[in-house]
């Protein structure tokens, strides 16, 4: 049988800390939300139009 499943943060690989779940710490936590602001990450879809593409 095993023990319980300790869960890693998603950036860096440390143990969740329950406080900053799903990260670690308040730095990883940091991290990620400027990796959106920052266009980081990217959701698959179909390509936005340019503002000069959208005109008739």
């Known amino acids: 049988m ?3 499943v300790v869960r890693k943060c ?15 710490s308040t730095r990883c ?3 990620d939300l400027m990796r ?3 266009d ?3 959701l698959p879809g ?4 340019d503002e000069e593409e ?3």
Not at 10 to 24: N, T
Not at 46 to 49: G, I, N, Y
């Open 2 to 4: 095993t023990g319980p």
């Open 10 to 24: 998603p950036l860096c690989g440390k143990p969740r800390s329950a406080e900053h779940a799903p990260f670690c």
């Open 29 to 31: 936590k940091d991290r």
């Open 36 to 38: 959106w602001l920052d």
């Open 40 to 42: 980081g990450y990217a």
């Open 46 to 49: 179909p390509p936005a139009l």
């Open 54 to 56: 959208g005109k008739a």
